[in-house]
């Protein structure tokens, strides 16, 4: 998967689970998006939507503070680059 389809799919799946616009620029901590709990469900939505399952040591702040960060993440886990 190329990096900017997976930015497109984290926006799209962001932007129904918070029920909010989101863009590809969007600071979710630093815009006030997410908290512990909807981040929770933010990857439970986006593990679903990519077929995988993010392992815990993934699971930093850094790895989720824009859609382009989150991108990186799956495409990462998806052997992509």
């Known amino acids: 998967m190329q990096?900017?389809?997976a930015i497109a799919r984290v926006v799209e799946v962001a932007a129904k689970q918070l029920e909010v616009p989101v863009a590809a620029e969007t600071a979710?901590?630093?815009d006030g998006l997410l908290d512990s709990?909807?981040?929770v469900?933010?990857?439970a939505a986006l593990d679903q939507a990519f077929g995988v399952?993010?392992?815990n040591e993934e699971l930093r702040?850094?790895?989720?503070e824009t859609p382009?960060?989150?991108a990186q993440l799956?495409?990462?886990?998806?052997g992509g680059q």
């Open 68 to 70: 382009a960060t989150i």
């Open 74 to 78: 799956y495409v990462r886990q998806l």
């Open 37 to 39: 709990l909807s981040l």
């Open 53 to 55: 399952t993010t392992p």
């Open 28 to 30: 979710f901590v630093a």
């Open 61 to 64: 702040a850094e790895h989720f």
């Open 3 to 5: 990096l900017d389809d």
């Open 41 to 43: 469900n933010l990857i």
